[in-house]
């Protein structure tokens, strides 16, 4: 299993970014897949996560209605938008793929939101 995770930055309170991760090694398409965030000095939150057809999604209460995550299964690509991202937004983002009920992450990529 391997995922890469793209597009963090920096970006002032109240902006938007899009994260990619690009997925192989595994049949995607059967992959629960999603994302979660580890701030400095906290542990790793679950952030969303999306079925394998798509049809249901899952929020932490902290970014509804702020996040939206989706995935194009052609492309074995999963992605989060992230907009009116505030400071406590703040962390290494992380793809993760549940793989026969394993939990599988990337090597993250850093997301800085400054006021």
């Known amino acids: 299993v391997q995922l890469q995770e793209s597009g963090g930055g920096s970006v002032q309170a109240g902006g938007s970014l899009r994260l990619t991760c690009l997925a192989s090694?595994?049949?995607?398409?059967?992959?629960?897949m999603g994302w979660i965030r580890q701030a400095p000095g906290q542990e790793r939150e679950f952030v969303a996560a999306?079925?394998?057809?798509?049809?249901?999604?899952t929020y932490t209460d902290s970014v509804k209605g702020r996040f939206t995550i989706s995935r194009d299964n052609v492309e074995n690509m999963v992605f989060l938008q992230m907009n009116s991202l505030k400071r406590e937004d703040t962390a290494v983002y992380y793809c993760?793929?549940?793989?026969?009920?394993?939990?599988?992450w990337g090597p993250g990529t850093q997301v800085t939101v400054s006021s």
């Open positions: 090694g595994f049949t995607f398409s059967r992959a629960h």
């Open positions: 999306m079925t394998e057809t798509g049809d249901r999604t």
């Open positions: 993760t793929a549940y793989v026969a009920e394993t939990p599988h």
